[in-house]
C-alpha cells in the first residue's frame, strides 16, 4: 500500500480522496527540518501547500518518493532539479483558482469603475457623500485583456457578458480562437490607445516586467482605469502612481504587488486605487479545489495512470533519454531562439526531423522546442508537460515531419514558426560532445553555436558593413565574442550573428540600424 504524508494544511475533501484510492495517509502539518528527514525516507507521495520547504537534502533522503504534490499554483518551495534528477514528479494544481482569480478581476475591475470601496469607507466614517464618487458605467466600455490564457479567458468571457467590447492581446491566440471567444485580437498599442479598462493576465517575465510604464500611460485614453490581479511588476508602480496623480489614469485596482506585503504605500494610499492583499485564490472552493485537483493526479501517478499537471517530466527510458541526450539543449534554444524571430503572433509551428534523430521517438524533443517558443511570452508557467495544453488552449497547430535523409548532416532538426507576418525558420544540428549548432537563420546559412546574448543584423552584402558594426559595438562597450555572416548571394541580402557580451540595450540596437546597409538589428537573449 502506497503511503502518503500531508505535511501542510489541505481541505478534508483532497484527504478524503487519498483514502477512498485505498492509501495509506498521514496528516501532520508541524514537522521540524529534523523530523521531515527522518520520516520522508518511508513515503510513496508527500503533499504540500507552501509552508513546507522541499529543499535538496529532503528529496535526497526520500528513498521511496515518486511524487510531490504542491496544492496550488507556484512551486517556489520545491526544489524541482533535485527531484527531477532522482525521477520524483512534481505536480501542481493550476486550474484550481482559475474562476476565483477571475471573478476577483471583475470585482475589482467594478470597484474601481463605481469607487466602491471609496463609498463603503466615507459612509462607515459617519458621512453621506453621494457627490464624491461618481464612477462610469462598464456598459458599452472597451476593455483591454493583456494575456489570454485561462484566467484571462473566463474573464473575457464574463465583460462580454456585461456589455463590453474586449479586445484580446496574446502571441499565441489565433484569429480563429478569438472570433470563437467573441473577442476582438488586438496588438499591444491597440489595447494602450483604445481601451476604457486595461486587465493583465500574464506571468511575470523578462518581457512583461514594467510592460506598462510612462510612455504608455501617456498614450492611454485619458481617464483609463487598471486591474492588476496577475503579478507585480507588470504595471511600473512608480509611473502608476504619477499618472493617476496627473489625471491621465483614473484609478487602479492591484491585487499583487512588486514587493509582498508592499514596502513602499505611495500607491496604496491614493484614493483612486482599489487595493487587496493578494485574494486572487482566496475562496473556499479555490482551496477545495487545489486539494482536489493535486489529489487526483497524485493518485493517478501512484496508480500508474496518465496525468497532466507535472512542472517536470516523468523520467525517460533509459535507452530513450540516450538517445534523446545529444538534442535535448538544442531543441530548446531553437524553441526560444524561434519564438524572438517571431516578434508577430504565432499561429503555426512546424518541427522537421531529418537524419538519424528522425529515428528516434521525438515527441519529447517536439515538447522542449514548444516549451522553448511558449516560455518567451508565459515564463515559468509552461514545462514539457503542459505546453502542448497551452497551445491547445490558444489555438495553436504544432506538426511534425520526419525524413531519414539530410543533406551534409548526420542529423537536422529544423522549427518554422508562421505568424501574422510571413514565416520564420531555424536549423540546427549537434556535432561532436554534443554541441549544438545553428545551421541556418530565416533560409540564411550560418554555422553558429548559440550563446547567451546574440545579435541578428540583417544587411546588404556590400564591404564595409562589418566595420561600421564593429565600431558602434566598440564605441558601446559590447564584446564581440564570435561574427558569422550568411549570403544568399554577392550584393544582396545577408544576416549577420553576433555572439556578444550584452544585447539587451534598445538604444544599441537603434545605433546598429543607422550603420551603413543595415535594415534591421535584434537582440536575441537565451
Not at 522553448?372 to 511534425?400: M, P, Y
Not at 540564411?444 to 564593429?470: A, F, K, N
Request: glycine share 8%.
Amino acid at each position: 500500500m502506497a503511503k502518503i504524508l500531508i505535511s501542510d494544511p489541505i481541505t478534508p475533501a483532497g484527504v478524503e480522496l487519498f483514502k477512498e484510492a485505498g492509501f495509506a495517509v498521514e496528516v501532520k502539518t508541524d514537522h521540524t527540518k529534523e523530523e521531515l528527514l527522518a520520516k520522508i525516507k518511508d513515503y510513496d507521495a508527500l503533499i504540500v501547500r507552501s509552508q513546507t520547504k522541499v529543499t535538496a537534502e529532503i528529496i535526497a533522503a526520500a528513498d521511496n518518493l515518486k511524487v510531490i504534490g504542491r496544492a496550488g499554483v507556484g512551486v517556489d518551495n520545491v526544489d524541482v532539479e533535485a527531484a527531477t534528477k532522482k525521477g520524483i514528479i512534481v505536480l501542481n494544481a493550476p486550474d484550481g483558482n482559475t474562476l476565483s482569480t477571475a471573478e476577483l478581476s471583475v470585482a475589482m475591475l467594478l470597484a474601481v469603475a463605481r469607487n466602491v470601496p471609496q463609498g463603503h469607507a466615507s459612509l462607515k466614517s459617519g458621512a453621506w457623500d453621494r457627490k464624491s464618487f461618481t464612477g462610469v458605467e462598464i456598459n458599452g466600455k472597451t476593455l483591454g485583456v493583456v494575456g489570454m490564457g485561462r484566467i484571462g479567458t473566463e474573464v473575457a468571457k464574463r465583460m462580454l457578458a456585461m456589455g463590453m467590447t474586449v479586445l484580446a492581446h496574446d502571441p499565441f491566440l489565433t484569429e480563429e480562437r478569438a472570433a470563437a471567444l467573441g473577442v476582438k485580437l488586438a496588438s499591444l498599442e491597440e489595447i494602450i490607445t483604445e481601451s476604457d479598462f486595461i486587465t493583465v493576465h500574464t506571468p511575470l517575465t523578462a518581457e512583461t516586467k514594467g510592460l506598462f510604464g510612462a510612455a504608455e500611460f501617456a498614450r492611454m485614453k485619458q481617464g483609463v482605469r487598471l486591474v492588476n490581479c496577475a503579478r507585480g511588476g507588470i504595471y511600473d508602480e512608480a509611473a502608476l502612481a504619477a499618472a493617476i496623480r496627473s489625471g491621465q489614469v483614473a484609478g487602479a485596482a492591484l491585487d499583487v504587488f512588486t514587493s509582498e506585503p508592499p514596502a513602499d504605500r505611495t500607491l496604496i494610499e491614493l484614493p483612486q486605487v482599489v487595493v487587496t492583499p493578494h485574494l486572487g485564490a482566496s475562496t473556499r472552493e479555490a482551496q477545495e479545489n487545489v486539494a482536489v485537483d493535486v489529489a487526483h493526479e497524485v493518485i493517478k501517478v501512484l496508480k500508474g495512470e496518465s496525468f497532466k499537471n507535472a512542472v517536470n517530466l516523468p523520467p525517460l527510458r533509459p535507452e530513450v533519454r540516450k538517445a534523446l541526450q545529444p538534442f535535448t539543449n538544442l531543441a530548446e534554444v531553437l524553441g526560444k531562439i524561434a519564438a524572438q524571430l517571431a516578434t508577430e503572433r504565432i499561429g503555426k509551428i512546424e518541427v522537421s526531423y531529418w537524419g538519424e534523430v528522425s529515428k528516434v521517438e521525438t515527441s519529447y524533443l517536439s515538447l522542449l522546442i514548444l516549451k522553448g517558443i511558449l516560455q518567451a511570452s508565459l515564463g515559468d508557467e509552461v514545462n514539457q508537460v503542459n505546453a502542448k495544453f497551452l497551445a491547445k488552449e490558444r489555438g495553436l497547430k504544432v506538426t511534425e515531419f520526419k525524413a531519414e535523409e539530410s543533406a551534409g548532416y548526420s542529423s537536422l532538426i529544423k522549427v518554422a514558426v508562421a505568424g501574422d507576418h510571413g514565416t520564420h525558420t531555424l536549423t540546427g544540428t549537434v556535432i561532436e560532445h554534443e554541441e549544438a549548432r545553428i545551421v541556418e537563420i530565416e533560409g540564411y546559412r550560418v554555422d553558429t553555436v548559440p550563446s547567451e546574448q546574440m545579435i541578428l543584423i540583417d544587411h546588404t552584402d556590400q564591404p564595409g558593413v562589418i566595420g561600421e558594426v564593429g565600431t558602434v559595438l566598440g564605441q558601446a562597450g559590447v564584446n564581440i565574442a564570435a561574427m558569422q555572416v550568411g549570403r544568399k548571394q554577392q550584393g544582396g541580402k545577408a544576416l549577420m550573428v553576433l555572439n556578444v557580451d550584452t544585447a539587451e540595450a534598445p538604444e544599441l540596437l537603434a545605433k546598429l540600424e543607422k550603420a551603413k546597409s543595415v535594415q534591421k538589428a535584434r537582440a536575441i537573449i537565451l
